[in-house]
């Protein structure tokens, strides 16, 4: 009898744990992102906005913040007038609990896994930081040669070379973009401090990383070019410097001469070698956001890298991507623009631009299967265009099982587990585009256009199995010829919000709840647009990219309004201003060129040191009652400095 009560008590034990397990299980899945009991798990991961809808129903952030006492100011904006502007004066911040310089600028986002937040920095860096104190705990670089199979000790020295190319590929961007745009007597005094000491210092480099090499002849011959235009900049013509043929010519030189030498190291069946960044410092290479199955956190690296690091840095696996398209095409070497997605066991790379995406084993980094991102139909992107929306997993269910599909920004419907093309959204575009974007709650998806693709249909479609390998898009609404732009939105199960006309609608009809001005920020939401519980936060752009200056002094304003009633939005603050002088960092010019850091008119919105604040269609990730902002050159933690973090410790699975 004793036995027997022993045993009766240990399997109600037993039995307790399960059932509370399993609660647990359903709570975790029942907890809203943002919330503070939320920690992302395999089932919800976490990356670029969030779920992919930049809907954060369960955060409690604030709706005011300064980096000091606000004044104004005249900002200087060659060639345009100067324009008043509100700065920070002092250091007297509000609602700011902390500020951690990063260690390489960026146009990103950051995730948030627990006490830790995740952000990417230039050119090929991975950066961890205490979400309690802003501390970073660790940072990762992407062994670019290593990953494509190279030796240790060669892939390092060729690694090295790659910031090298940076360096003089950079500069030679910088004079020949920003030569003609009023900017001449700064960059005429840039070349000489390159050509007499920068120059010199890159060939004494490459002699110790790759002595069998002589680069000496071509050096000479890019350093008699850079004299040629720096000769000719002050004597503009039509805005452009007037250079011999031999000195466009051999700019290039010693760029390509390294170029040669890397090359040979690549592997045959590699891919394009990824050297030229793309769109300079308005994207970079690193723009795609991290994603955290809670567990581990992957990066892609736009150098045909994407890893895996468990959440204390750890290399998991690190694996070669080849690149599919890297100039011309529709890609336009915007690939490092999409983000990697999580679906169950799966990582879905996007280093095939706009030709092919790869599911990779998460554990493992092996690729089990590729698909193409087109749809299979003749009616899209007619017009050319650049694509730098975004793709999307979509939950789907067939016989009561969970499906787990990708739909894609040129409107492929993919099953995540193998690859197989299921369908496609059948959206005609009309004019240039520079997306579409994916979003939607739930089983609708909605096509929104971004970049050029003004005056295009805002279009939402049902998804629904109709067969084991078959989805039906079905098209539920449309409003036709809305303005659209690069920027953000929201597709939250309450409403979505674009920056067009309508402003805020209805996700099951499209019923405008909100008409708005549309398009350029004529409403409420523009850039970085997340709705954090009942408080939507977006960020102002202007035509300067967050009111860039030349003097390194940027602003950029932030804004919050009440979104309790989606139909009468309130706007709260519209004066959330980040700023001042905040130098964002070049690792490559810090060790090379740090003549030309020193230099406070060595910028631009090209080449050299990045001039404006942000430039991603979203900065933000709000978690609790935190919100975390990536800017250019730091990262911010924004809140009551008075009120610790609130995250549930307990939210983490054991």
Request: hydrophobic share 35%; proline share 7%.
């Amino acid at each position: 009898m004793e036995r027997w009560t022993i045993l009766r008590k240990a399997w109600t034990v037993v039995l307790g744990v399960g059932v509370l397990g399993l609660v647990g299980v359903a709570r975790a899945a029942d907890v809203p992102l943002g919330h503070r009991d939320f920690y992302p798990s395999p089932e919800r991961p976490v990356g670029y906005r969030g779920d992919g809808n930049g809907d954060f129903p369960g955060a409690t952030p604030v709706t005011t913040w300064a980096e000091g006492t606000l004044a104004k100011m005249q900002r200087p904006n060659p060639p345009h007038k100067p324009e008043e502007v509100l700065v920070p004066v002092d250091d007297k911040g509000t609602n700011i609990v902390w500020k951690t310089e990063m260690p390489g600028w960026v146009n990103s986002q950051p995730i948030v896994v627990g006490d830790r937040v995740f952000t990417t920095a230039e050119p090929n860096q991975i950066v961890c930081v205490d979400a309690h104190s802003g501390r970073i705990l660790w940072t990762r670089t992407a062994d670019i040669f290593g990953a494509a199979g190279v030796e240790k000790e060669r892939a390092a020295k060729l690694n090295e070379m790659v910031l090298l190319y940076h360096v003089i590929y950079d500069f030679n961007e910088y004079v020949t973009i920003h030569g003609g745009k009023g900017e001449a007597p700064g960059i005429a005094g840039q070349i000489d401090v390159v050509v007499k000491k920068v120059l010199p210092r890159c060939v004494a480099a490459l002699r110790q990383l790759d002595p069998e090499v002589s680069y000496d002849d071509a050096a000479a011959r890019t350093s008699r070019a850079l004299a040629a235009y720096g000769e000719a900049l002050p004597k503009l013509s039509g805005g452009k410097p007037q250079v011999p043929d031999t000195a466009r010519r051999d700019l290039r030189a010693l760029e390509k001469a390294i170029a040669t030498s890397l090359k040979k190291h690549w592997p045959a069946d590699g891919g394009p070698l990824p050297l030229e960044t793309p769109w300079g410092n308005l994207i970079g290479w690193m723009m795609a956001v991290p994603v955290s199955d809670g567990r581990h956190v992957y990066v892609s690296f736009g150098q045909s890298v994407t890893a895996c690091y468990d959440l204390d840095g750890k290399v998991v696996w690190q694996k070669h991507v080849p690149l599919s398209i890297m100039r011309g095409g529709t890609g336009r070497s915007l690939y490092t623009i999409q983000s990697p997605l999580l679906a169950g066991d799966i990582l879905v790379d996007m280093h095939g631009g706009t030709e092919k995406l790869r599911g990779l084993n998460k554990r493992t980094g092996e690729v089990v299967w590729e698909a193409p991102v087109k749809g299979d139909f003749d009616r899209f992107g007619k017009k050319g265009g650049y694509y730098v929306g975004s793709h999307k997993v979509v939950r789907l269910v067939w016989q009561n099982q969970p499906v787990d599909v990708i739909v894609t920004n040129l409107c492929n419907i993919i099953r995540a587990r193998d690859g197989k093309v299921l369908g496609y959204l059948p959206f005609a575009e009309e004019g240039l585009s520079g997306g579409p974007s994916i979003f939607g709650p739930g089983d609708i998806v909605i096509k929104g256009c971004k970049g050029d693709a003004v005056n295009t249909p805002l279009v939402a479609y049902r998804l629904a199995f109709t067969a084991e390998d078959k989805v039906t898009a079905t098209e539920i609404w449309r409003h036709e010829r809305t303005p659209g732009d690069y920027y953000g939105y929201v597709g939250s199960p309450r409403c979505i919000i674009t920056d067009g006309k309508p402003n805020i609608a209805d996700p099951q009809t499209g019923k405008a709840l909100f008409e708005g001005r549309g398009g350029k920020g004529g409403g409420f939401g523009h850039v970085s647009t997340v709705l954090a519980g009942n408080t939507l936060l977006w960020q102002r752009a202007v035509s300067s990219w967050s009111d860039r200056r030349v003097d390194g002094k940027v602003t950029i304003t932030f804004l919050s309004a009440d979104l309790s009633d989606p139909s009468k939005p309130k706007m709260l603050s519209d004066r959330n201003i980040l700023g001042g002088l905040n130098m964002p960092r070049c690792v490559e010019y810090e060790k090379y060129a740090p003549e030309l850091l020193a230099d406070d008119k060595f910028w631009g919105c090209w080449g050299g040191r990045p001039r404006h604040g942000c430039y991603a269609d979203t900065v933000m990730f709000p978690a609790g009652n935190r919100v975390f902002i990536r800017t250019l050159s730091h990262l911010y933690c924004i809140g009551d400095p008075a009120v610790k973090y609130d995250w549930n410790p307990q939210s983490r699975p054991r």
